[in-house]
């Protein structure tokens, strides 16, 4: 699928080094190479991506996409979850951000995916640009908005349960999120607990919290849609 995000020629493969798997790559000063550890192809996302654009998201433009290889922008500037572990970004406009973003998804016309993954490590915050969400690897059409919203707030809510030093933070992220959300998510969070407990990756500690993080966003949520 070389070009899928413009009209520049496409780059081999042997052109740009790879430096790690998953999110992080590198290569020239306009492009990076994202390539998947498990060896899945990148033509789904690549294709969701370049949607987006051409609707006018704010999304990272692909070049071109090639098994589990997927070259696209390099964007120069730290994620949302970086800047808010360093402090120059504070817990409640974050939660207002990714909560901006997701009603700013699911106001796309047509049948817009959901995201189903949209948290502070998936926002990039590059220099002279608004935010640019990043990621589509679990991207679905079909689904509500208020399933994408309460993924986002199961996500915060697995952090604010845990002993971590930022959990205070990570709930009154979430307690914005839920505050600014416009869709339902009360009658998502089952589904969004499911879904996360289906994920390989998770270990056991995040498995067994994820009943006290549901929880949490059905306890915050409930004064907002009861």
């Not at 704010?58 to 589990?68: Q, Y």
């Not at 416009?182 to 969070?189: E, F, I, Q, S, Y």
């Amino acid at each position: 699928m070389p070009g899928i995000g413009g009209d520049q020629e496409a780059l081999g493969v042997d052109e740009l080094e790879i430096i790690g798997w998953g999110r992080t790559a590198d290569g020239d000063d306009a492009w990076v190479l994202r390539r998947n550890r498990d060896g899945g192809d990148t033509a789904r996302e690549a294709e969701v991506m370049a949607r987006l654009a051409r609707q006018g998201y704010p999304v990272p433009a692909v070049l071109r996409a090639e098994g589990p290889d997927l070259v696209m922008e390099r964007l120069a500037g730290p994620s949302l979850l970086d800047a808010l572990l360093a402090g120059a970004y504070e817990p409640e406009p974050a939660g207002l951000l990714i909560a901006e973003l997701l009603a700013g998804l699911h106001a796309l016309p047509g049948s817009p995916p959901a995201h189903l993954d949209l948290h502070p490590g998936n926002v990039l915050l590059p220099a002279g640009r608004g935010p640019v969400v990043i990621d589509w690897e679990t991207a679905e059409e079909g689904h509500p908005p208020g399933l994408d919203h309460a993924m986002s707030a199961l996500l915060l809510a697995e952090v604010a349960v845990s002993p971590a030093p930022y959990a205070p933070g990570a709930r009154a992220g979430l307690a914005a999120l839920l505050a600014a959300s416009k869709a339902p998510v009360l009658p998502h969070v089952g589904e969004a607990r499911a879904r996360r407990a289906a994920n390989p990756c998770l270990t056991d500690e995040e498995a067994a919290a994820l009943g006290a993080a549901a929880d949490l966003v059905t306890e915050l949520a409930a004064p907002r849609e009861a």
